[in-house]
């Protein structure tokens, strides 16, 4: 494969670099093979709903296997390090720096990603992606849950080392004529997330040594049975959970602050309303976490607080949808791949944050608890939003990255099937959500409205798994086979692009 | 901020006015739902993997059925005794997880009656999609019925879901004379046959049934002796989907430590699959000659 413009070099040099553009390669790639792995999943997972009774998936256990290891690799091995890699590439370009501060951490910390992704398929767990205790501890089998914690553990451990190394990177590298209020947005979010990471990920990492002790019988931590408490564990979870939700949203949402701007050839509306809404997001993101678990027989006053904290989260997500529409007001907007994956990223934030809403304002979360409008929402938030932009995303960096041009009418045929489809699926599982579908249901009742709408979700989902499909064959031929791209202004904008020529000695 | 961030500053206000107005609306609609009645009478709501089961304020106890009475309050203590599961009556919204060690209340007044759906919301393992119940909402009995509202309540309940009590005594002083083990696969003459289920059946992949092929003449009685902790059953068919699951033979629920017992005299010779309604990875074959 062409990784260099000019001077293709040896698969094993790549593989083995330090250097922050090919490990920012390796995390991209690796983060497409699990999006589309998980997708495989998630592909099985809707047909096997397509019609009540057991269709392709054998078993119950066998589809509780797999949304467990759907939603863990899409969170984990697709979400996560597709941010990290973009960062690594593009971090040290836009602050001016040779490379990450500590390139053989950075290396350690891809390298991770790789062992924990075989840890989580090998055991191919069936405690759903959350983990709850007791199933987790006295009913779900061993050894897959034993790997799946592992996995985890050392995944956790992976982000974090690498929020250390962007954190360095960003406040002691930086080039010393570039202020902190002049760096990119996109620096800003991966600063933001990074902080969070670091605050976010230790509760997460504790309660899992604290689950496999459980699951050895030496503790009771949240086990009944032993005088533990299996709500104890849920908070320890969404602690590090609920703010991981924005670790997943921010990078999406510095690469609309990268993108926005230059295809609609104005600058930034407001460059300091958007650090302000990071710095409010990633503080405010704690505020929050137990609206995931208001059905779990919290009192009233608890309830209160973690709806209002969730409530005070939101005007600052709507201070970064009002900067991008006010940016694109009134600019000469060029409809590229990357701005159509981008605008449909920011409509469908805008639909999944209404539906967050819903959830939190008490009475109603009752209504949409546990149920299929949740999966909606939340997948319309990752996919919708976070996946969308960063399908774009990869567009944009693709003639950075390779020196080709991609075949631009094949990404738009993936853009309005992709679109289409996400709004297909995940807004019917709405409906299906107040029609009162659980989630996690291997067989539902045969009611006529409930088999219509499954049918309607499962033929969005294979649109979009087919869209994605398209979207690897245009990426593979183009970098084979394409033209090459103009570099200094690939997509014909008149703005600037990244300095491509900028090639530091590797290591 | 400056120069044009007065369009900002409106937009966020009429964010943050909306906020606060869905936020105090909630709130206050809330704190008016959680206010239980005090006449409410509480029913003790038990999920265990994968049946619910109920108690009434007089102990009448069902299992996998729920009988209320219409325009009568009542309060839910919801807990459960092995896994999370979570007590959602869809068409009355009423929903809230069982967590074992805990006890969460809801309280509701059914003001429409008919039979509607009781499922677990919550991820319970193996047959979560399958743990469902039903919700009777009867019209509301008379004063003089008012007295005996048990006994109005267990005699509309389907006689197929409800151990007979005699049919358990009889077995119970049967299952003392016969042995546990109980590898007799055919019948022994003038005696019946037992069919074990064994304790830990309940965990998938461990031994249930004892015999799991079991070979008897028609018209032999098999008594059913469930030695476990949990509630099982012998009921005929592959799984929950099969359409003459039930129609053959179906012991309904057998709780820990009860028997139940089959007669065969009406089931036709052949090989018939076998499986627990609660736990369907518990299977075996019943052989008639």
Not at chain 1, 134 to 158: D, N, T
Not at chain 1, 369 to 383: K, Q, T
């Given at each position: 494969?062409?990784?260099?413009?000019?001077?293709?070099?040896?698969?094993?040099?790549?593989?083995?670099?330090?250097?922050?553009?090919?490990?920012?390669?390796?995390?991209?790639?690796?983060?497409?093979?699990?999006?589309?792995?998980?997708?495989?999943?998630?592909?099985?997972?809707?047909?096997?709903?397509?019609?009540?009774?057991?269709?392709?998936?054998?078993?119950?256990?066998?589809?509780?296997?797999?949304?467990?290891?759907?939603?863990?690799?899409?969170l984990f091995?697709?979400a996560i390090p597709?941010g990290a890699?973009?960062g690594?590439?593009?971090i040290?370009?836009?602050?001016?720096?040779?490379?990450?501060?500590?390139?053989?951490?950075?290396?350690?910390a891809?390298?991770?990603?790789?062992?924990?992704?075989?840890?989580?398929?090998?055991?191919?767990?069936?405690?759903?992606?959350?983990?709850?205790?007791?199933?987790?501890?006295?009913?779900?089998?061993?050894?897959?849950?034993?790997?799946?914690?592992?996995?985890?553990?050392?995944l956790g451990l992976s982000s974090v080392l690498g929020s250390i190394n962007f954190i360095v990177t960003m406040l002691?590298?930086?080039?010393?004529?570039?202020?902190?209020?002049?760096?990119?947005l996109f620096a800003w979010s991966i600063l933001s997330i990074s902080f969070m990471t670091l605050v976010a990920i230790p509760t997460f990492a504790?309660?899992?040594?604290?689950?496999?002790?459980?699951?050895?019988?030496?503790?009771?931590?949240?086990?009944?049975?032993?005088?533990?408490?299996?709500?104890?564990?849920?908070?320890l979870f969404w602690f590090t959970f609920h703010p991981e939700v924005y670790i997943f949203l921010l990078p999406a949402v510095g690469?609309?602050?990268?993108?926005?701007?230059?295809?609609?050839?104005?600058?930034?509306?407001?460059?300091?309303?958007g650090v302000i809404a990071f710095l409010l997001l990633s503080t405010i993101g704690f505020a929050s976490w137990?609206?995931?678990?208001?059905?779990?027989?919290?009192?009233?006053?608890?309830?209160?607080?973690?709806?209002?904290g969730t409530?005070a989260a939101?005007?600052a997500s709507?201070?970064h949808?009002?900067?991008?529409?006010?940016?694109?007001?009134?600019?000469?907007?060029?409809?590229?791949?990357?701005?159509?994956?981008?605008?449909?990223?920011?409509?469908?934030?805008?639909?999944?944050?209404?539906?967050?809403?819903?959830?939190?304002?008490?009475?109603?979360?009752?209504?949409?608890?546990?149920?299929?409008?949740?999966?909606?929402?939340?997948?319309?938030i990752?996919?919708?939003?976070v996946?969308?932009?960063?399908?774009?995303?990869?567009?944009?960096?693709?003639?950075?990255?390779?020196?080709?041009?991609?075949?631009?009418?094949?990404?738009?045929?993936?853009?309005?099937?992709?679109?289409?489809?996400?709004?297909?699926?995940?807004?019917?599982?709405?409906?299906?959500?107040?029609?009162?579908?659980?989630?996690?249901?291997?067989?539902?009742?045969?009611?006529?409205?409930?088999?219509?709408?499954?049918?309607?979700?499962?033929?969005?989902?294979?649109?979009?798994?087919?869209?994605?499909?398209?979207?690897?064959?245009?990426?593979?031929?183009?970098?084979?086979?394409?033209?090459?791209?103009?570099?200094?202004?690939?997509?014909?904008?008149?703005?600037?692009?990244?300095?491509?020529?900028?090639?530091?000695?590797?290591? | 901020?400056?120069?044009?961030?007065?369009?900002?500053?409106?937009?966020?206000?009429?964010?943050?006015?909306?906020?606060?107005?869905?936020?105090?609306?909630?709130?206050?609609?809330?704190?008016?739902?959680?206010?239980?009645?005090?006449?409410?009478?509480?029913?003790?709501?038990?999920?265990?993997?994968?049946?619910?089961?109920?108690?009434?304020?007089?102990?009448?106890?069902?299992?996998?059925?729920?009988?209320?009475?219409?325009?009568?309050?009542?309060?839910?203590?919801?807990?459960?005794?092995?896994?999370?599961?979570?007590?959602?009556?869809?068409?009355?919204?009423?929903?809230?997880?069982?967590?074992?060690?805990?006890?969460?209340?809801?309280?509701?007044?059914?003001?429409?009656?008919?039979?509607?759906?009781?499922?677990?919301?919550?991820?319970?393992?193996?047959?979560?999609?399958?743990?469902?119940?039903?919700?009777?909402?009867?019209?509301?009995?008379?004063?003089?019925?008012?007295?005996?509202?048990?006994?109005?309540?267990?005699?509309?309940?389907?006689?197929?879901?409800?151990?007979?009590?005699?049919?358990?005594?009889?077995?119970?002083?049967?299952?003392?004379?016969?042995?546990?083990?109980?590898?007799?696969?055919?019948?022994?003459?003038?005696?019946?046959?037992?069919?074990?289920?064994?304790?830990?059946?309940?965990?998938?992949?461990?031994?249930?049934?004892?015999?799991?092929?079991?070979?008897?003449?028609?018209?032999?009685?098999?008594?059913?002796?469930?030695?476990?902790?949990?509630?099982?059953?012998?009921?005929?068919?592959?799984?929950?989907?099969?359409?003459?699951?039930?129609?053959?033979?179906?012991?309904?629920?057998?709780?820990?430590?009860?028997?139940?017992?089959?007669?065969?005299?009406?089931?036709?010779?052949?090989?018939?699959?076998?499986?627990?309604?609660?736990?369907?990875?518990?299977?075996?074959?019943?052989?008639?000659?």
């Amino acid at each position: 494969m062409v990784l260099e413009v000019k001077k293709p070099r040896a698969l094993w040099e790549i593989i083995f670099s330090t250097h922050h553009t090919d490990i920012g390669l390796l995390y991209i790639i690796s983060s497409i093979t699990f999006l589309m792995m998980g997708g495989a999943l998630a592909l099985a997972i809707r047909a096997e709903l397509f019609l009540p009774g057991q269709q392709i998936i054998p078993d119950s256990n066998t589809f509780h296997r797999f949304f467990t290891v759907h939603g863990t690799t899409m969170l984990f091995l697709w979400a996560i390090p597709f941010g990290a890699g973009i960062g690594n590439y593009l971090i040290p370009i836009l602050i001016r720096y040779k490379d990450m501060a500590w390139p053989k951490l950075n290396a350690v910390a891809f390298w991770m990603i790789p062992v924990g992704a075989a840890l989580v398929w090998i055991g191919f767990a069936d405690l759903g992606w959350t983990a709850y205790p007791p199933y987790s501890i006295i009913r779900a089998p061993g050894p897959a849950a034993e790997l799946w914690i592992f996995g985890l553990k050392i995944l956790g451990l992976s982000s974090v080392l690498g929020s250390i190394n962007f954190i360095v990177t960003m406040l002691k590298c930086k080039h010393p004529d570039l202020p902190i209020m002049k760096m990119s947005l996109f620096a800003w979010s991966i600063l933001s997330i990074s902080f969070m990471t670091l605050v976010a990920i230790p509760t997460f990492a504790a309660a899992l040594i604290m689950l496999y002790t459980d699951r050895l019988g030496v503790t009771g931590f949240f086990n009944p049975a032993l005088g533990g408490d299996p709500i104890a564990y849920q908070h320890l979870f969404w602690f590090t959970f609920h703010p991981e939700v924005y670790i997943f949203l921010l990078p999406a949402v510095g690469m609309l602050y990268e993108m926005i701007p230059k295809f609609s050839r104005k600058p930034i509306f407001s460059y300091q309303s958007g650090v302000i809404a990071f710095l409010l997001l990633s503080t405010i993101g704690f505020a929050s976490w137990a609206h995931h678990m208001l059905a779990t027989g919290m009192s009233f006053t608890e309830k209160t607080v973690f709806m209002v904290g969730t409530l005070a989260a939101v005007p600052a997500s709507a201070m970064h949808v009002f900067n991008w529409v006010a940016t694109m007001w009134g600019g000469r907007i060029k409809f590229a791949a990357p701005m159509l994956f981008g605008v449909g990223g920011i409509m469908l934030f805008f639909a999944s944050g209404a539906g967050g809403v819903v959830n939190t304002a008490l009475p109603l979360d009752f209504i949409t608890h546990d149920s299929y409008w949740v999966v909606g929402h939340f997948h319309l938030i990752l996919m919708g939003t976070v996946s969308l932009t960063f399908t774009g995303f990869i567009y944009y960096m693709f003639p950075l990255i390779t020196g080709k041009m991609y075949n631009e009418k094949l990404a738009k045929i993936h853009w309005i099937a992709a679109f289409s489809g996400i709004i297909i699926v995940f807004m019917t599982q709405h409906i299906l959500g107040l029609m009162g579908m659980p989630r996690r249901y291997f067989d539902y009742l045969p009611l006529p409205e409930w088999i219509a709408m499954n049918q309607i979700a499962t033929t969005g989902a294979w649109i979009v798994g087919l869209s994605y499909v398209l979207m690897i064959y245009n990426l593979l031929k183009s970098s084979v086979k394409g033209a090459f791209a103009n570099m200094s202004d690939p997509f014909n904008i008149g703005e600037q692009y990244y300095d491509y020529r900028r090639r530091e000695p590797h290591h | 901020m400056a120069g044009h961030a007065m369009y900002e500053w409106i937009y966020i206000a009429a964010v943050t006015a909306i906020l606060i107005w869905v936020g105090a609306a909630s709130w206050d609609v809330e704190r008016i739902i959680e206010e239980v009645p005090a006449d409410a009478e509480t029913i003790k709501v038990i999920g265990q993997q994968w049946f619910w089961s109920f108690e009434h304020a007089d102990g009448t106890k069902e299992v996998n059925e729920l009988h209320v009475q219409k325009d009568k309050p009542y309060r839910f203590e919801i807990t459960s005794l092995d896994v999370n599961h979570a007590f959602n009556v869809p068409d009355w919204t009423l929903m809230i997880d069982a967590v074992p060690g805990r006890i969460n209340t809801l309280w509701n007044m059914f003001t429409q009656d008919g039979e509607y759906l009781i499922q677990c919301r919550e991820y319970c393992g193996f047959s979560h999609y399958n743990m469902k119940a039903k919700l009777f909402v009867e019209p509301a009995v008379t004063e003089a019925a008012a007295e005996s509202g048990s006994t109005a309540a267990t005699t509309t309940t389907p006689p197929a879901q409800q151990p007979s009590a005699t049919q358990q005594q009889q077995s119970t002083s049967n299952a003392t004379s016969t042995a546990a083990g109980g590898n007799a696969t055919s019948a022994a003459a003038g005696g019946g046959v037992t069919l074990t289920i064994l304790e830990g059946a309940s965990i998938q992949g461990s031994p249930d049934y004892d015999p799991d092929e079991l070979t008897v003449k028609k018209g032999d009685k098999i008594t059913v002796d469930n030695v476990d902790t949990m509630p099982h059953t012998v009921t005929n068919g592959k799984s929950g989907s099969d359409p003459t699951s039930g129609k053959l033979f179906d012991t309904s629920i057998i709780n820990g430590g009860d028997s139940a017992e089959i007669d065969t005299s009406s089931v036709d010779a052949g090989a018939h699959p076998f499986y627990c309604m609660v736990h369907p990875y518990m299977t075996g074959s019943l052989t008639v000659e």
